[in-house]
């Protein structure tokens, strides 16, 4: 009988976070009453695969997360995806094109999610082969000890890596010219305009040069590309944290890199190492203020958004077309400007000095969070796809 969901754990995601995102979706399922078994693919990988076919009958579904299973093939060469007849969801937690050889295959009953409205438009007009493509957030996810506003030792807080750009635009001195010449472009394009997306950018770039790609060209072209998305969203962490700084509140960053950014070495800025993902959202709800940035995202928020709401830490974040219909400034989040040196600095220090308001809007998005954005919500969507 088919009642069991099957989440894999095909690969490790940055500070093993897709771990912590299957416990919280194992848990989101059997608050639904649906039996779920948890296959770590880091070990005996073909032994675990090959059990598990025989079995498949037991299978409701299956789910993982940027997995790496459409690229695993059998001894004979068959797909693995083609022998195992379960619908299968490959929750991606950042821009499809980074997961282009996933992407490129038909497989039956596959099923993609995407954390971003855009991600999921990307995905039907360039791989129309892929049976389903969803739109669904992360979950929002409490730490373990709860902190009260009043309790929270740090003031304000950003979490994530860094990558100089300097050392990533040296990256492309090993490509040919006209690569070269392409990804400076769509850096640039994007700079000049933040909204636009990468797609657009290259559209833009093609259009000009009289290019005519069809879909799976064009997306191969894209996943080349990769290197201006990643330039960007380290450019767009500096940008933030340097105009954070400027607020003069005291600022703890966690994450690897930030040792390279000489103008962070202030007095009232604290560098951290970066952590593990359970251990950051311990750190997260020890803080007040949380800065976000999106990465590429134009269509969703990130899920450091959903799990600053879920507790009790006030989330400043881009305003975008998204986030002015997700969010409420000054209600439930505090959007900025991005495009405005002086306007992240200005609303940090204004929350910083009338809490009373910045705690206001805390305890509104936990309200909002634990009602709306739980992993047992976003299981019961999950639930509704699978039938």
């Not at 095909?10 to 995102?21: G, I, K, P, T, V």
């Not at 950051?280 to 590429?296: D, E, I």
């Not at 990130?302 to 009790?312: K, L």
Request: net charge negative.
């Amino acid at each position: 009988m088919r009642d069991t969901i099957l989440l894999f754990e095909s690969r490790d995601l940055c500070y093993e976070s897709n771990q912590f995102f299957m416990e919280r979706l194992k848990e989101g399922l059997e608050a639904h009453g649906c039996p779920v078994e948890l296959c770590d693919l880091s070990v005996r990988m073909e032994e675990k695969l090959a059990a598990i076919l025989e079995r498949q009958e037991s299978y409701r579904a299956a789910i993982d997360f940027n997995s790496l299973l459409p690229r695993v093939e059998l001894e004979d060469g068959t797909p693995y995806l083609t022998a195992f007849q379960v619908p299968f969801f490959n929750y991606l937690v950042d821009h499809p094109l980074y997961h282009h050889a996933g992407l490129k295959r038909a497989f039956p009953c596959y099923h993609v999610i995407c954390i971003d409205l855009f991600h999921q438009s990307y995905i039907r007009q360039y791989y129309p082969q892929i049976g389903k493509a969803h739109y669904l957030p992360l979950g929002a996810m409490q730490a373990p000890l709860e902190r009260s506003f009043d309790q929270k030792r740090l003031e304000l807080l950003f979490l994530g890596t860094y990558e100089p750009e300097e050392r990533l635009y040296q990256e492309l001195w090993d490509y040919p010219e006209e690569k070269r010449k392409e990804i400076a472009s769509l850096i640039e394009r994007m700079e000049a305009d933040p909204a636009l997306r990468q797609e657009e950018a290259l559209c833009q770039y093609l259009n000009e040069r009289g290019e005519c790609l069809d879909a799976p060209a064009f997306a191969e072209r894209l996943n080349s590309d990769y290197l201006s998305d990643k330039y960007l969203r380290n450019a767009k962490r500096k940008h933030a944290a340097l105009s954070a700084a400027r607020a003069g509140v005291p600022f703890t960053i966690v994450g690897h890199g930030w040792d390279a950014v000489k103008q962070l070495r202030q007095r009232h800025v604290c560098l951290r190492a970066g952590v593990s993902f359970a251990a950051s959202l311990q750190v997260m709800a020890n803080a007040r203020m949380l800065l976000n940035t999106t990465p590429g995202f134009h269509g969703g928020l990130h899920d450091r958004v959903y799990s600053a709401m879920r507790n009790h830490t006030l989330c400043l974040t881009e305003e975008t077309e998204f986030s002015r219909r997700a969010l409420t400034d000054g209600e439930n989040a505090v959007l900025y400007d991005e495009t405005d040196k002086d306007a992240l600095a200005e609303k940090i220090t204004f929350y910083s000095e009338h809490r009373e308001r910045a705690e206001a809007i805390a305890k509104r998005a936990y309200q909002i969070s634990c009602a709306q954005d739980g992993w047992e919500k976003r299981a019961e969507k999950i639930l509704e796809w699978i039938g």
